[in-house]
């Protein structure tokens, strides 16, 4: 593999199959991988190394703050108290750290 150096996958299910084809092909720490977002299947990539990190993004708060807002348009909110631009805080998982993240 002397050209490809890294890849990024944007999503989680992305981020799990680039994983299992990198290391099916024996490439586990030559290439590097960041991915998206966090679940359980990943943490043996992050374990044996074909997972370097992977840029988790809430779940959790992305889904409250979508009801919110919800709620405000459904009993007749106008456009002034719905944001249309929403800040969600993202997070970088490492080997390290993934534990923090996973259930």
Do not use: W
């Amino acid at each position: 593999c002397n050209i490809l150096k890294a890849i990024f996958c944007s999503s989680a299910r992305t981020t799990y199959h680039v994983c299992r084809i990198v290391k099916d092909m024996g490439l586990s720490g030559v290439v590097k991988i960041v991915g998206t977002d966090v679940f359980e299947e990943l943490i043996p990539f992050f374990d044996d190394g074909t997972l370097l990190a992977s840029i988790y993004q809430s779940g959790k708060e992305q889904g409250r703050e979508a009801l919110t807002i919800l709620a405000r348009r459904f009993t007749g909110l106008t456009g002034e108290g719905i944001p249309h631009v929403v800040d969600m805080p993202i997070g970088l998982v490492m080997k390290e750290n993934y534990r923090f993240y996973v259930s």
